[in-house]
Nanobody
Framework: QLQLVESGGGLVQPGGSLRLSCAAS????????IAWFRQAPGKEREGVSSITPGGYTNYADSVKGRFTISRDNAKSTVYLQMNSLKPEDTAIYYCAKGRYSFTPTMGSSAYSYWGQGTQVTVSS
């Protein structure tokens, strides 16, 4: 059974850091594109970052230079290191598996399996 489980969210002050984890099971992570999305209250879900099997990464302009996506295939886990967090980063963060091995886009329709999400709140 294919499953994605996010963890690592929480409450952090502006300027702080968090590392989110996306633990995968039921499929071969190293042949899959994985992306992180987020959705804030009253806003549409947006792509944050993605990583392909070959290590090609993509970032939304709003997080470039602050967030870093990485993968540990041996642990079947994808990470999102978030630094210099801002209040506007507050959202539920989801990880998702691309429909194809190489999914270069961060459009949500290109992703077929989703985790349950983890809440990130940036506030003083």
């Amino acid at each position: 059974q294919l499953q994605l489980v996010e963890s690592g969210g929480g409450l952090v002050q502006p300027g702080g850091s968090l590392r989110l984890s996306c633990a995968a099971s039921g499929f071969t992570l190293d042949s899959s594109t994985i992306a992180w999305f987020r959705q804030a209250p009253g806003k549409e879900r947006e792509g944050v970052s993605s990583i392909t099997p070959g290590g090609y990464t993509n970032y939304a302009d709003s997080v470039k230079g602050r967030f870093t996506i990485s993968r540990d295939n041996a642990k079947s886990t994808v990470y999102l290191q978030m630094n210099s967090l801002k209040p506007e980063d507050t959202a539920i963060y989801y990880c998702a598996k691309g429909r194809y091995s190489f999914t270069p886009t961060m459009g949500s329709s290109a992703y077929s399996y989703w985790g349950q999400g983890t809440q990130v709140t940036v506030s003083s």
